[in-house]
């Protein structure tokens, strides 16, 4: 069984920012979705995929630009949260996670 889980993260800037926490996800080797926009007129936006595995490593299977230039961002799981860290500019963040249930 799966579940869809979704959370809401603004103010993502140039600092590590936790998007997703062990305590809404049962299980590492969860598949995230995660879509930002930034907050200034240009509205550039991305869409990115990428899975946390059961060893705490994050990788990013696939990376678009919606629109315009979204700034460079980089992700990783401190202390085992995912957190995602803006390479400029100021994003609201969308997390949306395909969770496998373990029960």
């Known amino acids: 069984r799966t579940r869809l889980i979704t959370q809401r993260t603004t103010g993502v800037g140039t600092s590590a920012t936790v ?10 080797g ?4 995660i879509t930002g926009r930034n907050a200034s007129d240009s509205a550039s936006r991305f869409c990115d995929q990428l899975v946390c595995s059961l ?4 990788v990013v299977l696939h990376s678009s630009t919606v629109r315009g ?8 799981n401190g202390s085992e949260n995912l957190r995602v860290t803006m390479g400029g500019g100021s994003y609201t963040i969308q997390v949306f996670c ?3 249930l373990t029960n």
């Open 55 to 58: 060893n705490g490593s994050v």
């Open 98 to 100: 395909v969770d496998s």
């Open 19 to 28: 998007i997703a926490t062990v305590s809404t996800v049962s299980t590492f």
């Open 30 to 33: 969860s598949h995230f979705f």
């Open 69 to 76: 230039s979204p700034h460079s961002r980089s992700y990783d």
